[in-house]
């Protein structure tokens, strides 16, 4: 089955700075999406990228797609103390509707 | 802004015994899931729903598992004799249509088994 794993799996950064998420998987997708998730709460939509986009932009995010390389980044520009979270990526086939996801990416903001 | 509930928060429950986990998908959302995440561990699919019956499930998703829409509002999740390896927190999420692709989730139940 097609798994999201991300890299690193923590990252702590200082404020103001950008914060660079790495996801891989292993089969042909049909989307991709990044999700957020605070400490014990629940999950956040933040991104979708379709396997035949390269880049898309939603504020402070940047998301990038290598169909090729089967992986996607995440970048996060000018970060907050409240962009503190655990980051996910998760990955929708070509002919299925569920979310496959990976082990996620924990990011910590120094203030 | 609608959103996707679901109750109780935490449940605890001994082991063996069973559990119904609730969730209100958003009104007009038509396609229903449950994940579950364990401790510390990825999210994982269980199951989709859609027409009132399952569309997809996984190899989680055995026979003491079951999802049923008792109305036109809930959206439930029982397991019928919990074991230990149960605990984790229980999100449901709903979509508009499959094609949206983009599903909202739930604040998740924490299931504890003792």
């Known amino acids: 089955s097609q798994q999201g794993e991300e890299d690193p799996q923590a990252l702590s950064i200082q404020e103001g700075e950008n914060a660079t998420m790495n996801c891989s998987y292993k089969t042909s997708i049909n989307n991709l999406q990044w999700y957020r998730q605070n400490s014990g709460r629940g999950l956040v939509h933040l991104i979708l990228i379709r396997s035949n986009e390269r880049e898309k932009h939603s504020g402070r995010l940047r998301v990038t797609l290598d169909t090729s390389k089967k992986s996607s980044s995440l970048l996060i520009t000018a970060s907050r103390a409240a962009d503190t979270a655990s980051y996910f990526c998760a990955t929708v086939g070509d002919s299925n509707y569920q979310l496959i996801w990976g082990a996620g990416t924990k990011l910590i903001i120094k203030p | 802004e609608p959103e996707v509930t679901q109750t109780p928060s935490h449940q605890v429950t001994q082991m063996g015994q069973e559990v119904i986990l609730r969730c209100v998908p958003i009104?007009?959302?038509?396609?229903f899931y449950w994940y579950r995440q364990i401790l510390g561990q990825k999210v994982e699919f269980l199951v989709s729903f859609y027409n009132n019956e399952i569309s997809e499930k996984s190899e989680i998703f055995d026979d003491q598992f079951s999802v049923e829409r008792p109305d036109g509002s809930n959206f439930t999740l029982k397991i019928r004799s919990t074991k230990l390896e149960d605990s984790a927190m229980y999100f449901c999420a709903s979509t508009g249509h499959q094609l949206s692709y983009e599903q909202y989730f739930g604040p998740g139940t924490r299931l504890t088994v003792t």
């Open positions: 009104s007009n959302h038509l396609y």
